[in-house]
């Protein structure tokens, strides 16, 4: 264990706050003037290993009650990490692995997310994290959350803090719920839940009690057409989009040419508007150029095919059986199961690198070729000899000269092609987390114990939905006349694609698992002036494990020897799936953990408490130990004031698959290439000019594969952290309560990505990273996991709660959470300059791979200076009615599009309403509103929002009606 120096031992002595929860304190005040109080009952709380009063310890805990959740009208717990002001996290159309927490901002794989007190099963593809959509929401009690100072109880990883789910215990009764929630204006965005709960037998008469939970959720997604006055093309041209006509992209009404290279010179529909709403007409980007450049042709509608929100489905089946057993001991057994779907909107999928060609093409026999009757011949200017390339005509102003068909002369044609029919292609991303659990606690020998056997899997299993074609197939159905690149199918066309369509197909499997058995023993081994000197050890045995497996082969191609088309590492080079790459290489993974931990809680005198922890953790696969010490004081020197500290160190070890990954994770990008098309904007693609020697077909504007991991990442170190606290919790009268908690976090080795954008703004400092072929064009792009430099995070949270005295028209109370962020700074790599990120939104790579954020899935990370959630509550007999907001500062776009001068994006906030009525016997009956002011997501010109709202920070459903209806038997 490191030396603690005595100045920062008188720091941790300083006062730092909490109140009783605020709610909790509201509602035992209220209680006191109704009914005698009850004893109170110790219990383990998030944080310490010591059984205790919930509002007695030595760090600040929130706590929110299931029942607040609902008040505040959320329809799932995403809500909760949406608006919580300690994390910042992004919404669900940020990425497929769903909601997760983010507290401090540090990056999900730095929060630690429990359920009852044990872990789960990490996501299974980066194996860091676990999304809340694996909760059961109608077994759940209450959400605690420890933000900060969590590694000496939980594990080093909790650098961020913890957030602990907690289920009910017991459960008597039959109870079924449902929830509906639409928006006000039409489209998707549909949310349908039900869910159930039974339970049977009593914990304090008959000795036991066994309850099963299920909650079932469906959402719908949400198209861009689906708001179209939120994609008025005047509102997102003062954001840079759309300044120019669009360049021809791949298109259902396709844009073809004489060779693969050129597939895009000649449209045969433009002349008829292509079609809306699969495509619209375009003179090209460079059409605005003086002198222009036109391109005439058609290119792909993206309201049609671009998502604003995905559609999901959740269930989950949590149960749990309870035995009081003579002598005060206890056992309960839980089991959870959770599927959740991300159903993923990836647009209109065309060829890639990784098909036999990034195009189609279609002979001279075909009925469908241009000028065979079916399909219009394709007007052109100037000579048209039957082996050149004439100018295709638009009119006499823009393209003057003598008019005529243009001679195919029985070319076979090129071209890019999506199917318009399947509508927008979809994959399935679908998560299972299956856990059991069996604790006993109780006495023995004058010592309290607790032990617990904890097993969990999870499984990441992708598929392609609607919209994926087999290439050879398509190209099959092009060569016999079937399918008509240039126009809807008929019925023959129609039949055949829908044929050739991969449906349901697994092109990746993940799985992690965690497994565990822990033992806790405290006793109280003297007795100082404020009462019984408590210690409390505790040891734990743990194996965190994946496993990957191998690309499945279905659609794989096969070598002249007859082996498949595959690397030396096994990734897959060639294949017929047109859209998504079939990945992975089989391997088991494993790491064992041995932690040792010990807790005291001195009670100085009856006002001073001092607490300690220590916890010491042994990576087997690092050959590591680490020790990992806490020191908290608290002090209430009057009974209206507490005061409060702790420091604390942390100890983030990378991930198994970090370290151990199998092969290398491939994405790709359109961009151009940094070298051989350089541009003033080298993030925004299609803006570069090609060097000689090149063509733009070539090195501007291409699908370039860039790798997220590695296969080999053993150099990579732990981060180390040290954090601290201190602030005070006041309550001047009665049922007025105040707390502010100052509190910083440190951390060196930050582990994040070297980002394909700082590889695009610096090609030169990182050309060691341009994977090249022997013709100079990038084969792919190394973007993976390094040890970065340093990161400071301060900041404070704030609360105040007060219920109003009571009237004869009703109770009312009022409450408020924030955090406000003092610094946010982080070097970029080892020894670098410091960057601040609050307030602000870049495409900078230093930003989005360097900090303490990197990691989140595909959009930047979002620092305001200022975040809350208010609430206002009444309540009169059988009614209840809540008005709740939640707020958050603006910020300054550092990388505003080009073509836009807007740099600031405005705050946002949000006002949810919520009546609950309880008159009907056994019935609860709750009308909401969510976004009553139907706020939309800030407007913003950074060029990472290509719909030019931040979508990740808010949704665009805009005002949203709630039903809920439970009744219990």
Same mark, same amino acid.
């Given at each position: 264990m490191k030396h603690i120096g005595q100045p920062r031992? #008188?720091?941790?002595?300083?006062?730092?706050?909490?109140?009783?929860?605020?709610?909790?304190?509201?509602?035992?005040?209220?209680?006191?003037?109704?009914?005698?109080?009850?004893?109170?009952?110790?219990?383990?709380?998030?944080?310490?290993?010591?059984?205790?009063?919930?509002?007695? /310890?030595?760090?600040?805990?929130?706590?929110?009650?299931a029942t607040e959740l609902e008040s505040r009208g959320h329809t799932e717990l995403k809500d909760l990490v949406l608006e919580q002001p300690q994390s910042l996290s992004l919404g669900t159309n940020s990425g497929a692995a769903g909601p997760m927490t983010n @507290? !401090?901002? @540090?990056?999900?794989?730095?929060?630690?997310?429990?359920?009852?007190?044990?872990?789960?099963?990490?996501?299974?593809?980066?194996?860091?994290?676990?999304?809340?959509?694996?909760? &059961?929401?109608?077994?759940?009690?209450?959400?605690?959350?420890?933000?900060?100072?969590?590694?000496?109880?939980?594990?080093?990883?909790?650098?961020?803090?913890?957030?602990?789910?907690?289920?009910?215990? /017991?459960?008597? /009764?039959?109870?079924?719920?449902?929830?509906?929630?639409? &928006?006000?204006?039409?489209? *998707?965005?549909?949310?349908?839940?039900?869910?159930?709960?039974?339970?049977?037998?009593?914990?304090?008469?008959?000795?036991? $009690?066994?309850?099963?939970?299920?909650?079932?959720?469906?959402?719908?997604?949400?198209?861009?057409?689906?708001?179209p006055e939120?994609?008025?093309?005047?509102?997102?041209?003062?954001?840079?989009?759309?300044? @120019?006509?669009?360049?021809?992209?791949?298109?259902?009404?396709?844009?073809?040419?004489?060779?693969?290279?050129?597939?895009?010179?000649?449209?045969?529909?433009?002349?008829?508007? %292509?079609?809306?709403?699969?495509? #619209?007409?375009?003179?090209? $980007?460079?059409?605005?150029?003086?002198?222009?450049?036109?391109?005439?042709?058609c290119y792909r509608n993206p309201l049609y095919y671009n998502a604003v929100t995905d559609g999901s489905k959740i269930t989950n089946v949590a149960g749990r059986a309870s035995f009081n057993l003579p002598g005060g001991h206890k056992i309960d057994v839980d089991v959870l199961h959770s599927n959740f779907t991300v159903q993923k909107f990836r647009g209109m999928q065309v060829p890639g690198t990784t098909n036999p060609f990034t195009t189609y093409s279609l002979p001279a026999s075909s009925r469908f070729y241009p000028g065979n009757g079916i399909t219009p011949a394709v007007q052109v200017v100037g000579s048209n000899t039957g082996s050149n390339t004439p100018t295709m005509y638009i009119d006499p102003t823009k393209t003057p000269g003598a008019v005529s068909n243009l001679n195919m002369n029985g070319r076979t044609v090129y071209f890019q092609w999506g199917p318009a029919e399947l509508g927008p292609a979809y994959r399935n991303d679908e998560q299972t987390n299956d856990r059991i659990v069996v604790t006993a606690e109780g006495e023995v020998l004058g010592w309290d114990y607790r032990a617990g056997l904890n097993w969990g899997m999870s499984k990441r299993?992708?598929?392609?939905? *609607?919209?994926?074609?087999?290439?050879?197939?398509? +190209?099959?159905?092009?060569?016999?006349?079937?399918?008509?690149?240039?126009?809807?199918?008929?019925?023959?066309?129609?039949?055949?694609? !829908?044929?050739?369509?991969? #449906?349901?197909?697994?092109?990746?499997?993940?799985?992690?698992?965690?497994?565990?058995?822990?033992?806790?023993l405290s006793k109280g081994l003297w007795t100082l002036p404020g009462g019984d000197l408590t210690l409390a050890l505790a040891g734990e045995?743990?194996?965190?494990?994946?496993?990957?497996?191998?690309?499945?082969?279905?659609?794989?191609?096969k070598n002249a020897d007859g082996s498949y088309k595959l690397d030396a590492a096994g990734n897959v080079l060639q294949h017929d799936l047109v859209g998504e790459t079939p990945q992975g290489v089989g391997r088991r993974l494993h790491r064992d953990i041995a932690s040792l931990l010990a807790e005291v809680d001195a009670p100085i005198t009856s006002t001073f408490l001092l607490n300690g922890a220590i916890r010491g953790d042994y990576y087997e696969d690092l050959k590591q130990t680490t020790w990992n010490p806490k020191l908290a004081a608290r002090w209430q020197p009057i009974p209206s004031l507490l005061l409060r500290s702790s420091i604390s160190t942390g100890f983030r070890a990378p991930s198994i698959m970090d370290v151990q990954?199998?092969?290398?994770?491939?994405?790709?990008?359109?961009?151009?290439?940094?070298?051989? %098309?350089?541009?003033?904007?080298?993030?925004?693609?299609?803006?570069?000019?090609?060097?000689?020697?090149?063509?733009?077909?070539?090195? %501007?504007?291409?699908?370039?594969?860039?790798?997220?991991?590695?296969?080999?990442?053993?150099? @990579?170190?732990?981060?180390?952290? !040290?954090?601290?606290?201190? *602030?005070?919790?006041?309550?001047? =009268?009665? $049922?007025?309560?105040?707390?502010?908690?100052?509190?910083?976090?440190?951390?060196?080795?930050?582990? /994040?990505?070297?980002? =394909?954008?700082?590889? +695009?703004?610096?090609?030169?400092?990182?050309?060691s990273f341009i994977m090249r072929r022997a013709d100079g064009t990038i084969d792919h792009i190394v973007a993976s996991q390094a040890n970065r430099g340093m990161s400071r995070v301060r900041g404070a949270d704030i609360s105040a709660s007060y219920r109003f005295p009571a009237q004869t028209w009703g109770t009312v109370d009022a409450k408020i959470d924030a955090t406000w962020y003092h610094k946010y700074e982080f070097q970029s790599e080892k020894d670098g300059p410091w960057y601040s990120n609050i307030g602000i939104i870049t495409n900078d790579g230093r930003y989005g791979g360097a900090g303490p954020n990197a990691g989140l899935a595909g959009m930047p990370q979002i620092n305001p200076r200022w975040k809350y959630t208010a609430s206002l509550g009444w309540g009169l007999g059988p009614w209840k009615a809540t008005l709740s907001q939640r707020f958050q500062t603006g910020l300054t776009d550092l990388t505003p599009r080009?073509?836009?001068?807007?740099?600031?994006?405005?705050?946002?906030?949000?006002?949810?309403?919520?009546? #609950?009525?309880?008159?009907?016997?056994?019935?609860?009956?709750?009308?909401?509103?969510?976004?009553?002011?139907?706020?939309?997501?800030?407007?913003?010109?950074?060029?990472?929002?290509? *719909?030019?709202?931040?979508?990740?920070?808010a949704d665009m459903m805009g005002r949203v009606y709630r039903l809920s209806v439970e009744y219990k038997f």
């Open positions: 031992l #008188r720091r941790a002595l300083m006062p730092l706050a909490v109140a009783l929860a605020v709610s909790e304190m509201a509602g035992q005040a209220y209680a006191q003037e109704a009914a005698p109080a009850e004893p109170v009952q110790s219990v383990v709380v998030t944080g310490s290993l010591i059984r205790r009063v919930a509002d007695e /310890g030595a760090t600040p805990l929130m706590t929110i009650k @507290l !401090r901002g @540090l990056g999900p794989m730095r929060t630690l997310t429990l359920l009852n007190g044990r872990r789960l099963a990490n996501e299974p593809l980066q194996d860091q994290y676990v999304s809340v959509n694996v909760i &059961p929401r109608m077994a759940l009690d209450r959400v605690e959350t420890l933000p900060g100072g969590a590694a000496s109880i939980y594990g080093a990883d909790a650098i961020g803090g913890v957030q602990n789910f907690w289920t009910k215990r /017991g459960y008597k /009764g039959i109870s079924l719920k449902a929830e509906y929630a639409t &928006p006000e204006m039409s489209g *998707g965005g549909d949310t349908k839940s039900f869910g159930a709960i039974a339970g049977w037998g009593n914990l304090a008469s008959d000795g036991w $009690n066994a309850y099963i939970a299920v909650d079932h959720q469906k959402k719908t997604a949400l198209f861009q057409a689906d708001r939120q994609h008025d093309p005047d509102v997102l041209r003062t954001l840079g989009l759309g300044l @120019l006509p669009d360049a021809r992209n791949a298109s259902p009404l396709a844009n073809f040419g004489f060779t693969r290279s050129a597939n895009s010179n000649y449209n045969p529909t433009y002349a008829s508007g %292509c079609l809306e709403p699969y495509a #619209r007409p375009t003179l090209g $980007n460079q059409s605005a150029n003086n002198p222009p450049v036109y391109a005439p042709g299993d992708t598929r392609v939905g *609607g919209g994926y074609l087999l290439y050879s197939k398509a +190209q099959e159905g092009f060569d016999k006349g079937i399918l008509n690149p240039f126009g809807l199918q008929d019925e023959a066309g129609l039949e055949y694609l !829908r044929g050739i369509e991969a #449906r349901d197909y697994t092109y990746r499997l993940n799985k992690a698992y965690n497994k565990s058995v822990d033992v806790t045995l743990r194996r965190d494990a994946a496993r990957t497996y191998d690309a499945p082969l279905d659609y794989v191609y990954n199998p092969t290398a994770e491939v994405r790709t990008i359109d961009m151009d290439d940094p070298v051989l %098309c350089p541009s003033a904007q080298p993030t925004v693609s299609g803006t570069g000019t090609p060097v000689p020697g090149y063509t733009a077909d070539q090195v %501007c504007n291409v699908n370039t594969e860039y790798w997220t991991k590695t296969p080999d990442n053993s150099f @990579l170190k732990p981060e180390k952290s !040290r954090g601290f606290s201190f *602030g005070f919790g006041y309550e001047p =009268i009665k $049922n007025l309560s105040l707390t502010v908690d100052y509190w910083g976090l440190k951390i060196k080795d930050v582990l /994040g990505a070297v980002t =394909i954008a700082e590889i +695009q703004q610096d090609p030169a400092k990182y050309a080009t073509g836009s001068t807007l740099t600031k994006v405005d705050s946002y906030s949000q006002y949810n309403v919520n009546v #609950r009525y309880t008159g009907i016997k056994n019935t609860t009956v709750s009308l909401g509103v969510n976004n009553i002011t139907e706020e939309w997501p800030p407007l913003t010109a950074n060029s990472i929002y290509s *719909g030019g709202y931040i979508t990740s920070m």
